[in-house]
T-cell receptor
Framework: AQKITQTQPGMFVQEKEAVTLDCTYD???????LFWYKQPSSGEMIFLIY??????QNATEGRYSLNFQKARKSANLVISASQLGDSAMYFC??????????????FGSGTQLTVLP | GAGVSQSPRYKVAKRGQDVALRCDPI?????LFWYQQALGQGPEFLTY????????KSGLPSDRFFAERPEGSVSTLKIQRTQQEDSAVYLC???????????FGDGTRLSIL
C-alpha cells in the first residue's frame, strides 16, 4: 500500500485565490511527522511546512497552512492568495517514528500546481 | 553558501562508466540523506548518514551504488558500471539532527547514454 497518496496530478488556480492540495497517509506508528515541499522547475526541493502527529493545532507558515485531520489520516496543504511564483510541483512527505536510526522521508507522487494570471 | 551544495549539476555518462556525485551539506548538520528521483516521481530514499556513520543503506538499489562520508561533512555517492535505469536526479539533503526538517540541494541530473 502507498504510504503517501496525492490524488491530484495537476491543479489550476487563479492568481490571488486559495488552493488546497490533498495528501493522505498510511502508517501504524503513533509518532510521525508530515512535511510539504515545493519543487520548482529548477529542481530544488524547498521545505514549506511541518506537522507533528502530536501537534494539536494545525501548522501555519505565512501563506501556507496544513489542514491536519488525524482520524482521516489526511494532511492537506492550503495556499492562500496564490501567486504566479507558486507554480511548481508540490510533494507531501512523511517521516515515521521517533526511535531507531532511520529518519528518511517517504514522498508522494506530487501535484503540479499552475497559477493562472 | 548557506545551503546544501551538490556537484556536478548535470552529468552525462556512457553505460558502463563509473560516476561520483558530491554533496556538501549545511555546516554543522549531523544528518545527511541521499534520494533518487525518477522523472515525474517523488524522491525515493537511498541512504542515511549520521556524522560519518552510514546507519541505513536499505534504499540502495544494487551493490553498484556506494556512498561515503568519511569526515562527517562532505558525502560522495558513487555508481559503478552505470546502467540506463540509473538515469535520474540524485538529491542530497541534510538536517541538524534526526528531528529537524531536511534541507535539499539542487540535485545532480544524471543521464546514462
Amino acid at each position: 500500500a502507498q504510504k503517501i497518496t496525492q490524488t491530484q496530478p495537476g491543479m489550476f488556480v487563479q492568481e490571488k485565490e486559495a488552493v488546497t492540495l490533498d495528501c493522505t497517509y498510511d502508517t501504524s506508528d503513533q509518532s510521525y511527522g508530515l512535511f510539504w515541499y515545493k519543487q520548482p522547475s529548477s529542481g530544488e526541493m524547498i521545505f514549506l511546512i511541518y506537522q507533528g502527529s502530536y501537534d494539536e493545532q494545525n501548522a501555519t507558515e505565512g501563506r501556507y497552512s496544513l489542514n491536519f485531520q488525524k482520524a482521516r489520516k489526511s494532511a492537506n496543504l492550503v495556499i492562500s492568495a496564490s501567486q504566479l511564483g507558486d507554480s511548481a510541483m508540490y510533494f507531501c512527505a512523511m517521516r515515521e517514528g521517533f526511535t531507531g536510526s532511520a529518519r528518511q522521508l517517504t514522498f508522494g507522487s506530487g501535484t503540479q500546481l499552475t497559477v493562472l494570471p | 553558501g548557506a545551503g546544501v551544495s551538490q556537484s556536478p549539476r548535470y552529468k552525462v555518462a556512457k553505460r558502463g562508466q563509473d560516476v561520483a556525485l558530491r554533496c556538501d551539506p549545511i555546516s554543522g548538520h549531523v544528518s545527511l540523506f541521499w534520494y533518487q528521483q525518477a522523472l515525474g516521481q517523488g524522491p525515493e530514499f537511498l541512504t542515511y548518514f549520521q556524522n560519518e556513520a552510514q546507519l541505513d543503506k536499505s534504499g540502495l538499489p544494487s551493490d553498484r551504488f556506494f556512498a561515503e562520508r568519511p569526515e562527517g561533512s562532505v558525502s560522495t555517492l558513487k555508481i559503478q558500471r552505470t546502467q540506463q535505469e540509473d538515469s535520474a536526479v540524485y538529491l542530497c539533503a541534510s538536517s541538524e539532527n534526526r528531528v529537524q526538517p531536511q534541507h535539499f540541494g539542487d540535485g545532480t541530473r544524471l543521464s546514462i547514454l
